[in-house]
């Protein structure tokens, strides 16, 4: 079965800084995607970057890259030069990429204050 | 307008009331998914679909029904709400790979 942990349940970062949001995962699937999505307090689910477990590089996307490390079965997200409209729930997600075993599941997410 | 919608937004419902909630997505992805949202339990899969008239169980699929005739709409009911019930819902679609995609949610409460 798949799991997702994310082991830090609020970080705190100053504005214009780098802020690394960890995510380890369990899988015993050939292929599978890790997701990273931000939920602000309006509550909507925003997707914010995909990486393919075949990947040879780390997905980026604009100020937000995912550090993956397949050896180590983790998916951290890096967000650069922090912004205050970045304060917001911070969830990983994994998928396998099997037919037949397309479950996305989530980790409990992490709380990102960013201080002006 | 392209992307995925979910009605209502907001319910509120009676214990043994019979709802649905609606999601619909004009992307044609062939992957849908039900979640709630809770306080301390992150999102927990209800039930999710392939394609459509295929359904497959989540994690969290007690008390839901759910069916898929088109490949565009995939609504969730809740057969006899109880106030455990009480949730925000997001539906969500994908292709195999990359998305999914989330609607806005649905906060219903059961009382």
């Known amino acids: 079965a798949q799991k997702i942990t994310q082991t830090q349940p609020g970080m705190f970062v100053q504005e214009k800084e780098a802020v690394t949001l960890d995510c380890t995962y369990d899988?015993?699937?050939?292929?599978?995607?890790l997701f990273w999505y931000k939920q602000p307090s309006s509550g909507e689910m925003i997707f914010l970057i995909y990486?393919?477990?075949?990947?040879?590089q780390n997905a980026t996307e604009g100020r937000y890259s995912l550090n993956f490390q397949k050896a180590r079965k983790s998916a951290n997200l890096v967000i650069s030069a922090s912004q205050l409209g970045d304060s917001a729930m911070y969830f990983c997600a994994m998928r396998p990429e099997v037919r037949g075993s397309e479950k996305l599941v989530f980790g409990k997410g992490t709380k990102l204050t960013v201080n002006p | 307008d392209a992307g995925i919608t979910q009605s209502p937004r907001y319910k509120i419902t009676e214990t043994g009331r019979q709802v649905t909630l609606m999601c619909h997505q004009t992307?044609?992805?062939?992957?849908m998914f039900w979640y709630r949202q809770d306080l301390g339990h992150g999102l927990r899969l209800i039930y999710y679909?392939?394609?459509?008239?295929?359904?497959d169980k989540g994690e969290v699929p007690d008390g839901y029904v759910v069916s898929r005739s088109k490949t565009e709409n995939f609504p969730l009911t809740l057969e006899s709400a109880t106030r455990s019930q009480t949730s925000v819902y997001f539906c969500?679609?994908?292709?195999?790979?990359?998305?999914?995609?989330f609607g806005p949610g649905t906060r219903l409460t059961v009382l």
């Open positions: 679909s392939a394609a459509a008239d295929i359904t």
């Open positions: 992307w044609s992805h062939s992957y």
């Open positions: 899988t015993s699937d050939p292929s599978y995607g």
């Open positions: 990486q393919g477990s075949y990947d040879q």
């Open positions: 969500a679609s994908s292709a195999l790979a990359g998305g999914p995609f």
